[in-house]
């Protein structure tokens, strides 16, 4: 492994876009960092280099047969001052995981949180300091071998790239409810396959079925297990929990789907605060019962991008369930309010989650 990263810095920086006008990974920032590997020198060749594209042989492995893996996590303007980071070696730990089945060489997790801070602090201009908006970190690999034999590359090249994102609510009481539309023809993994690694074919697989629910008027698509069509997996980049009566019910981590650095916060806080939060089977039925009684509470997503993500409506079939009257529940908007507290520093870190950018650093 190679310990130092040379850096390349651009002379004059890009015009930054307006903050109050940042989509989703739209805008990138100056600079990126790269690694290569290859089977000689293993991970070499580290470095902090212009945002550029690359130049590669359209032979490359990733092109045609998908070898690759990616996270997604975010930096924060702390309300204490600085920049911080929220779990980042999970992030680190789960690429080793996903690169792991997609037999891709692993990486030092600590030596990526390392080379992270280091572009960070060089890209420190770039973190947004409004309420809501974040820098979003966007790690990959893909495989660069130039060859067309389906096997495992022997080259690689491991890129972080970052891109601030804006506030995915217009204010943190206003959280807006998503449409969520049950699929169930399509399946998006089975346990076996893939569905716990962050791999670019889980997402190309999803497209069709994301642009149906959008054409019937949902926002997302919520999954079924792939062999009984019955039990809920997950939401298209979302963990998905409901309040059932009181308790709350996370599918478990059954190998189809992803392992949520969000889902585990938010299972790891509830039971700080004392309720009950059960991993395990749910089907389609249990919840549709459960809204029949008048017990089903709340349904929230989990996930990086939006933290919390309350949903108000559940098409199933012919059926739509209408939950919590279309609003944000109390369970929803306490997670919300304290993660992203914890996130932006205006909370207590109760947990110990948040990981600070020192100053001095590079
Ligand atoms: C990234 C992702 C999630 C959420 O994971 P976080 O670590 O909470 O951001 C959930 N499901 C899928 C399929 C994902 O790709």
Do not use: C
């Not at 206003?174 to 399946?187: A, F, W």
């Amino acid at each position: 492994m190679e310990h130092d990263i040379t850096i390349k810095q651009v002379t004059t920086g890009k015009t930054k876009p307006d903050y109050n006008h940042l989509s989703f990974g739209k805008y990138f920032t100056d600079h990126m960092f790269v690694m290569d590997y290859n089977e000689e020198d293993g991970w070499f060749d580290a470095r902090i280099t212009p945002y550029e594209p690359l130049l590669m042989d359209p032979s490359s492995l990733m092109f045609h047969y998908g070898q690759s893996v990616f996270e997604g996590l975010k930096a924060y303007t702390s309300k204490k001052g600085g920049i911080q980071l929220f779990r980042p070696e999970k992030n680190f730990n789960r690429m080793n995981i996903s690169s792991d089945r997609m037999n891709i060489p692993e990486v030092d997790p600590d030596f990526l949180v390392d080379a992270l801070k280091k572009l960070l602090h060089i890209d420190r201009d770039w973190v947004p300091v409004e309420e809501g908006q974040s820098l979003y970190i966007r790690p990959f690999i893909i495989a660069t071998e130039p060859a067309l034999s389906v096997k495992p590359a022997s080259q690689y090249k491991l890129m972080i790239i970052l891109s601030p994102v804006g506030s995915y609510y217009a204010q943190s009481d206003q959280m807006s409810p998503v449409s969520i539309y049950v699929e169930d023809e399509y399946v998006r993994s089975v346990r076996g396959l893939v569905g716990f690694t962050k791999t670019a074919g889980n997402y190309a697989a999803s497209l069709k079925v994301q642009k149906k629910a959008e054409e019937l008027g949902y926002d997302q698509v919520l999954w079924l297990d792939a062999i009984e069509k019955k039990y809920i997996e997950e939401v298209g980049s979302m963990n998905i929990f409901f309040k059932i009566n009181g308790e709350i019910i996370t599918p478990a981590l059954n190998g189809s789907i992803l392992d949520g650095i969000t889902r585990d916060s938010v299972i790891e806080l509830l039971r700080h605060w004392g309720w009950n939060v059960h991993e395990r089977r749910i089907s389609i039925d249990e919840v549709k019962q459960a809204h029949v009684d008048g017990e089903l509470e709340e349904v929230f997503g989990t996930g990086t991008a939006a933290v919390i993500s309350p949903v108000g409506r559940l098409k199933w079939k012919d059926e739509e369930l209408v939950i919590n009257g279309n609003q944000t529940g109390p369970v929803s908007y306490d997670l919300y309010d304290t993660i992203s507290g914890i996130q932006t520093g205006a909370k207590e870190d109760v947990l110990g989650w948040t990981v600070p950018l020192q100053e001095q650093e590079t």
